[in-house]
């Protein structure tokens, strides 16, 4: 079956492929964290009171650790390169099918100052969201640290004879899923897919509106979209596709929601029509 995330990539291959490529890099590195903790929680439950308990513990702890800071390390460099390199692609190759789709010459498109300052926050926003939930699996796996450290501690002094309940360290540690503000629990690739192809496709639409006005001076631009999809939000009765819009409506509602597959063709043929309003039909 195909998703709303892979739909709305599937006519865009460019756009496709930094996202598929990226997913992939970021799931390989948080599997760097669960294979650490599948590690360290296997040689804990060997763990038995004695002579240099405590010194073992540490060791196995600090092994953990460092794979956590190479896991912050590695996966902090592909956010840098996601904002750095990737997004100003997916912003040049949204203006460059923009200005195809209108039959334009792509090379009217260069950048100039106002794409270089339009680029800059966009990509400054989703680096700092990125960087948030490699940080929030940092703090999940620190607190996942001191959680081992806390029930083998209670082994080797004694206090807890049934030994170490791993499979609760790991349930109530996930590390192989991406929560989000309502607790819900997500696979690290789906939210990645779902996160990045939402990136990637805003910065595109931007691109596309900001080269429809700046390069052709365009009024109006036509909406392509699902068949069902409102124009403000996917329920709203105002259906997006096949639609013409201002300037000032694409570049406000560049997609209606997470999966959106919304794309924006220039119409600088419309400019000076007086018997167009926004939402007739193209």
Sequence with gaps: MITAVQQQTDDRPELAALVAVMVIKFDTEWRR?????????????RLRPGYGATTRINGMVASFQQQVGEFHRLARALAERWAAQD????YRDGALRALRTAGADP????????????ITPITAVYYTDLIGRIQEAVRRAQAFARAVRDAAREVTLGRNHEGIDSARLAADHPLSTVVYRNEARHQVKDWARTALTYQATTTANRAAVNAGVWELEADWFECVDGPHCGFVSHPDTDH???TIRSADEAGTYLIAHFGCIRQWVPRPDLNGRRDIESGDPA
């Design 87 to 90: 997004l100003p692609i997916a």
């Design 240 to 242: 997006a596709n096949g």
């Design 107 to 118: 090379a009217l498109f260069t950048w100039t100052t106002n794409h270089q300052a339009e």
């Design 33 to 45: 964290l669960t294979v650490a903790q599948d590690t360290l929680l296997r040689t804990i439950e």
